[in-house]
């Protein structure tokens, strides 16, 4: 069913106003952070469609230049929404064009990213981020895939990452399925693909340059480490940067083409990351001698003698981490997408970067200074609360955002 609502920004005033006037200080509508509440002011009043509905825990979606939709759903696979309108599965569970028995879904797991070649036109490969039980211990991989002209099904299905870590076992912090990460993205100004993971509750994993998770990689079509990641010595050259706990989101700064992270914290601090080739993230949650955490996590607790959380940003332990453009001001409210909003549809909002939230259902808009630090913040207004999973820009300029209540959305600036 399709529903269309009008958002104008002379609405949003006017709620604020009566908000105000009663005296209610809703801490879902106050954007977080010291930046000041600024970035949402001057933006394009948006038109809001639901383009699909009902769906299973939709986890990414990305546009072939034709304007065909693929999506993922965690337990499902990947689907296709032709331009014309129709949805085909391809590749996934039973009832999908192909198969694919090895895929499983468990926990926060399953399949996440899904992303478009930049010379899809010539070679119709898509790729896909999914947990799969080919191996023993089980992995996440990335799979690259064709697609056939009629968007009916994939061939040649090639796992060009196979070995980034799952976790198996359920343990005292959560079960098994945990902190896989999965945003998979193309960077239009350097053409390799970036993957995100995620540190599976183990506390040695962000810091150690031997294995994939808590890292941001960079590879290319094939899963070849791309050039220029100066990973540092002895590490797997796939690895761009690491100490990292779970990133869900990434997205390329207009002009400069920088990559920006959205990293889901633990309780204390959801952070955005500008990053840089070999950096870390300074994210250790392993214990410092003397110190004891529950199955060597700390990531919820300390890894330090003083008892201090664990922090997301080291800087003490790594005084050349990489530093945050914006904390979740000591809260995390499970920040998973980003992207950078690019063109004059979007008027103030402009090469500003929205980020999504799942506990805290909504979308902020954060305004960037030249050097990647975060200035002002503000909520996108009018949207219903659910939990953002995904944020898009299509290739119409419209930002596409999926919720985990199972609906896909189109905003439209109005011009
Ligand atoms: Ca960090």
């Not at 896909?128 to 994939?154: C, F, H, I, Q």
């Not at 959380?309 to 981490?321: E, Q």
Request: charged share 20%; hydrophobic share 30%.
């Amino acid at each position: 069913m399709k529903k269309s609502t009008i958002i104008s920004l002379a609405a949003f005033c006017a709620v604020v106003l009566i908000a105000a006037v009663a005296g209610c200080n809703s801490s879902r509508n106050s954007p977080s952070g010291a930046a000041p509440e600024t970035a949402t002011g001057g933006g394009p009043a948006l038109s809001r469609s639901v383009l699909l509905s009902g769906l299973k825990n939709p986890w990414d979606l990305a546009f072939t230049p034709d304007g065909a939709m693929l999506f993922t759903e965690k337990c499902r696979g990947l689907s296709v929404r032709r331009p014309d309108g129709s949805v085909q599965r391809l590749f996934g569970t039973s009832g999908a064009a192909v198969v694919a028995a090895d895929l499983f879904c468990q926990g926060q797991s399953g399949m996440h990213g899904v992303a478009v070649d930049p010379d899809f036109n010539a070679n119709r490969y898509v790729y896909v981020y999914m947990a799969s039980k080919l191996t023993r211990p089980e992995t996440n991989r990335v799979v690259r895939l064709r697609v056939d002209r009629g968007y009916t099904t994939v061939s040649d299905r090639r796992d060009i990452v196979a070995d980034i870590p799952f976790k198996s076992k359920a343990n005292r912090w959560g079960g098994a399925g945990t902190h896989s990460g999965g945003r998979i993205r193309f960077s239009p100004y350097d053409r390799y693909l970036y993957v995100t993971t995620g540190d599976n509750h183990n506390g040695h994993l962000p810091q150690d340059l031997t294995r994939l998770g808590g890292k941001v990689l960079r590879i290319d079509r094939n899963g070849v480490a791309a050039p220029g990641n100066n990973t540092p010595i002895g590490g797997d050259p796939r690895i761009f940067t690491y100490g990292h706990r779970n990133v869900q989101g990434i997205a390329f700064r207009p002009d400069t083409g920088r990559p920006f992270i959205s990293e889901h914290g633990p309780g204390h601090s959801d952070e955005v990351t500008p990053l840089s080739a070999g950096g870390n993230g300074g994210w250790d949650p392993k214990p410092e001698p003397g110190v004891e955490c529950m199955n060597d996590y700390c990531g919820y607790t300390s890894n330090k003698r003083d008892g201090t959380p664990t922090p997301m940003t080291d800087l003490a332990k790594f005084p050349d981490a990489l530093r945050p453009s914006w904390n979740n001001n000591g809260k995390s409210e499970g920040m998973s997408p980003c992207v950078f909003l690019s063109g004059s549809q979007w008027k103030a909002w402009d090469g500003r970067l929205a980020v999504g939230f799942l506990r805290g259902e909504r979308i902020e808009i954060l305004e960037l200074d030249s050097s990647g630090k975060t200035i002002g913040t503000g909520t996108v207004p009018g949207l219903p609360s659910e939990r953002i999973r995904t944020l898009v820009q299509g290739t119409d300029g419209a930002l596409y955002v999926s919720t985990d209540g199972g609906e896909i959305w189109r905003l439209a600036p109005r011009p």
